[in-house]
């Protein structure tokens, strides 16, 4: 109840930082992510506009222990105004607390804790979140993203001389920032990408800690569940799922000896399905022919057909529509849209979530022009960037997932796209996509295909 309170109060008066996105409603880390990857597109994909970019991704260790008592009540008092009778329950709430250790043989003496947050609760999250809400005031001149404490700072610069200097500037404003704070930087897991240019060889390049540490340059690195390259392809990603579904497999093979289908369902939407929707819409894609997802979709037909405990070969399309299980493509078109409904058609009767920055904005084709076209009406606008010239700008932009993610919305049926309510939207919008699933397979027996 305290957390729901003082969360409601930091939302209704916008404090949290717009670049943290954890533990606040309306986010998540897919959304983290694309923001993220947005970034990077935008200053690596445009040609001309191409610039050297590069990302920190900077690993605190223990950051919930180290935590000063003393810097989070000030910092309560002085950057959020809290009144003096809050403060005085957050500090009742912190200090004087006693821990000791025992073993089977002996006990420790109490020592009063100065420091960490007491975790176990959701209010410790949130004081962590304020503890280092003022972040981004600290490097300015390049934009640092949190997720909790999973801290990435990209930067980009006129050219690589530059980026060199500016980037170790701003990391050491950063780690200065982290050793006020109590918090500790560790340099052995602490690594970063340069993504453009790419003919430019890491050791070109060299960053260092204040210990003097020199930081490892890495081609992908782990971020919020996923792999980010250097290349920004995905295949890191799905290799990194394929690996976690393996004992999954064992274990549902071991499973069918004992259950029926309909229980194996149920944990295949309990072990499986969570890896699957995985900032799908990140890593994620229509195409049916993509071939760096050919493994993933090996692997869950493989899981299909394990918990129907029907033999290898079995052909599994009328297995997925007899229990309605997608494919990787229809999912993923089913998690896109779901994440776009609620910036297409908010929820007028509920208050509007302070959310942190993204990328979703999209606008009606008929916001743009008035042209009676049979895709106005509900469609989004996906701005053509490379028809204007160096002195003529668009009066429209959209980032590099907005755009992949607008043509999916705007193939849904005008049915299904015009729903306001989000849960019915999801519930036709499966349907429909099941009965794409049947119809496509229907097709293949058609037309002599016999292996899906």
């Not at 990391?171 to 003919?199: E, G, M, Q, R």
């Amino acid at each position: 109840m305290i957390n729901d309170q003082l969360m409601k109060h930091l939302l209704e008066t916008k404090q949290i930082s717009p670049t943290q996105y954890a533990f606040r409603p309306g986010s998540d880390t897919t959304l983290a992510l694309l923001k993220v990857l947005n970034d990077i597109h935008s200053s690596t994909d445009n040609t001309p506009k191409r610039k050297p970019t590069i990302g920190f991704y900077i690993d605190l260790s223990k950051a919930y222990d180290t935590i000063s008592h003393d810097k989070l009540i000030e910092k309560l008092e002085t950057e959020f105004n809290f009144t003096p009778d809050t403060v005085r329950f957050f500090r009742s709430y912190l200090q004087n607390r006693q821990q000791e250790t025992h073993t089977q043989h002996a006990k420790s003496t109490p020592q009063t804790i100065t420091h960490g947050i007491p975790q176990g609760s959701t209010l410790s999250t949130t004081l962590f979140l304020l503890y280092i809400n003022n972040i981004t005031k600290t490097v300015p001149n390049s934009t640092v993203y949190t997720y909790a404490d999973d801290t990435t700072l990209l930067i980009t610069a006129d050219s690589i001389e530059e980026l060199q200097e500016h980037a170790q500037n701003e990391l050491d404003n950063l780690i200065k920032y982290f050793h006020l704070n109590n918090l500790v930087p560790n340099p052995t897991k602490t690594v970063y990408t340069l993504f453009h240019p790419a003919t430019t060889q890491q050791d070109d390049l060299t960053f260092k800690m204040s210990n003097n540490t020199t930081l490892q340059h890495t081609d992908s690195a782990k971020l919020l569940g996923i792999y980010i390259q250097r290349n920004l392809k995905q295949h890191s990603t799905v290799s990194n799922i394929v690996k976690k579904l393996q004992p999954v497999i064992q274990m549902l093979r071991y499973a069918t000896t004992l259950l029926p289908t309909q229980y194996m369902i149920r944990l295949y939407y309990t072990f499986v399905y969570p890896h699957l929707i995985g900032a799908i819409s990140v890593w994620g894609t229509s195409d049916s022919t993509a071939q760096y997802m050919q493994p993933l979709r090996t692997t869950h037909k493989k899981i299909v057909r394990v918990i129907c405990n029907q033999p290898p070969r079995t052909h599994t399309a009328p297995l997925m529509n007899k229990h309605g299980i997608l494919d990787l493509e229809r999912l993923y078109i089913l998690r896109v849209s779901t994440e776009m409904h609620p910036y297409i058609h908010p929820n007028t009767t509920k208050p509007s979530i302070d959310r942190p920055q993204n990328d979703h904005q999209y606008v009606i084709i008929t916001d743009v022009h008035a042209h009676g076209t049979r895709y106005s009406k509900n469609n989004m606008f996906i701005p053509n960037t490379n028809k204007y010239s160096k002195t003529q700008q668009p009066t429209h932009t959209s980032t590099h997932y907005a755009q992949i993610h607008t043509s999916i919305w705007n193939k849904l049926p005008a049915s299904i796209n015009s729903i306001k309510c989000l849960t019915t939207f999801k519930t036709q919008l499966k349907l429909h996509l099941l009965e794409m699933q049947c119809t496509a397979y229907q097709a293949l027996l058609t037309q002599g295909h016999h292996q899906i």
